[in-house]
């Protein structure tokens, strides 16, 4: 079978729901993957930073492989000798002291809303059900009813109502609009340190600073959604490390696993996560032994291979170089570590237009916010890789 043979039947039988780029993917190994005609291509979405170590990273394959061959999921109704580990594992690692495993990224994001609420009422003391959470426009935080009913996203709402009550939505990097938006039922703030989907908006210096300041000051949670920002993508742990800001609550995903599984969790300390009892929350799949074994290598993977580090100077080098394009169609480069959006002027024609082209030669990207081309390869790429990605770049952005 060919790419139209393959596309043919997913247009067939498949909901409609996505609009790829007509490239089958076949095969990964590191930074590249090949598609079904025998094609080559960079990766520089990295399936929107799960991958952030790579196609099949070759450790983790082997705990994948290691831990099916022992058990996969006994379910949270018994014990297994890997979540312990994930969880010790993970407080080492950010500093926070509990956990609470789940499975996609919007999961985790309900849960941190769940958490909050219990928070607002049993220790903030918010009359029952006045609890409020604040979220920011052009948040993206994932699918459910739930998530979508605090979008400002049009596309990710229309048609999917009755909504879910209890949020409000302020302008993103506005401090004054926030401390204005605060009330006594604020149970906390939902916040992308750096908004990916909605461009690789990066807000003003200072501003998580002061929404941390603002939210202890206010007895309010500041949640920090590091589901496609953390674990290293911006050349720090964390993009709030960037401001040396400690949320009250993280939610990651994505590259917890390396791409090979869904697995994502909520982190916060003893005093905010223990107030969760037991048959108050829950997943089947939720911290099972291969999704744990898969993290752990993971996260180890990301540290023994100094990948912040990589993302950190990669990253400058990367966007450096773009911005020295000479470019009719460029706007602005911007982003942190190896998150990199390449913003279009509105007369560059969409930003479809250059990811089919790159797809031509060699490069794949997916264009977001219409006119916004996000760079986010593995965090494992090097010089040599990026500069031969700049060859081809610099000659797409600079013809008429
Ligand atoms: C991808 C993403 C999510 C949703 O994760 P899923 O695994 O797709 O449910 C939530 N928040 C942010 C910031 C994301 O980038």
């Known amino acids: 079978m060919k790419t139209n043979d393959y596309i043919a039947l997913e247009d067939q039988y498949g909901a409609h729901n996505y609009l790829p780029l007509d490239v089958v993917i076949k095969r990964g190994e590191g930074v590249w993957v090949f598609d079904v005609d025998g094609n080559r291509y960079l990766d520089c979405l990295s399936a929107y930073s799960a991958v952030n170590q790579g196609h099949v990273h070759p450790k983790i394959l082997a705990a994948l492989v290691d831990q099916a061959q022992h058990i996969t999921l006994t379910s949270r109704a018994f014990r297994n000798d890997q979540l312990p580990l994930l969880y010790k594992e993970l407080a080492e690692l950010t500093g926070y002291e509990m956990a609470l495993p789940m499975n996609s990224g919007a999961e985790a994001v309900e849960t941190a809303i769940k958490l909050a609420r219990k928070w607002a009422y049993q220790i903030k003391g918010i009359p029952q059900n006045q609890a409020e959470i604040l979220t920011l426009e052009g948040n993206f935080h994932g699918r459910t009813i739930t998530i979508i009913s605090f979008s400002s996203e049009e596309a990710y709402r ?28 604020t149970a906390a703030i939902l916040v992308e340190p750096i908004q990916g989907e909605a461009g690789v908006i990066v807000p003003p210096p200072g501003y998580l600073q002061q929404m941390r300041e603002l939210c202890s000051k206010n007895n309010v949670l500041m949640i920090a959604d590091e589901i496609q920002t953390g674990l290293g993508r911006t050349g720090q742990l964390f993009a709030c490390d960037h401001e040396s800001v400690r949320p009250d609550v993280m939610v990651i995903g994505k590259a917890l696993s390396g791409g090979f599984y869904p697995i994502s969790a909520v ?28 993290a752990r290598t993971a996260l180890k993977v990301i540290t023994s291979e100094n990948l912040i580090q990589n993302s950190a100077e990669i990253g400058e080098y990367f966007a450096d170089r773009l911005a020295e394009i000479p470019s009719r169609h460029v706007k602005e480069v911007r982003g942190k570590g190896l998150l990199i959006g390449v913003e279009l002027k509105p007369s560059a024609g969409g930003g479809r237009r250059f990811a089919e082209i790159l797809q031509k030669n060699g490069i794949l990207v997916k264009e977001t916010h219409g006119n916004v081309l996000r760079f986010t390869p593995p965090l494992i790429i090097d010089r040599e890789t990026v500069d031969w990605a700049l060859d081809r770049i610099f000659h797409i952005l600079t013809k008429p």
Do not use: K
């Not at 229309?158 to 039922?185: C, E, K, M, W």
């Open 158 to 185: 229309d048609g999917f109502g009755p909504f879910t009550p209890g949020f409000s939505t302020i302008p993103y990097g506005d401090v004054a609009a926030l401390s204005r938006a605060i009330t006594p039922n």
């Open 267 to 294: 982190l916060a300390d003893r005093s905010i996560m223990g107030l969760f009892q037991p048959g108050e929350h829950g997943s089947t799949f939720g911290g099972n032994p291969l999704g744990a074994a898969i």
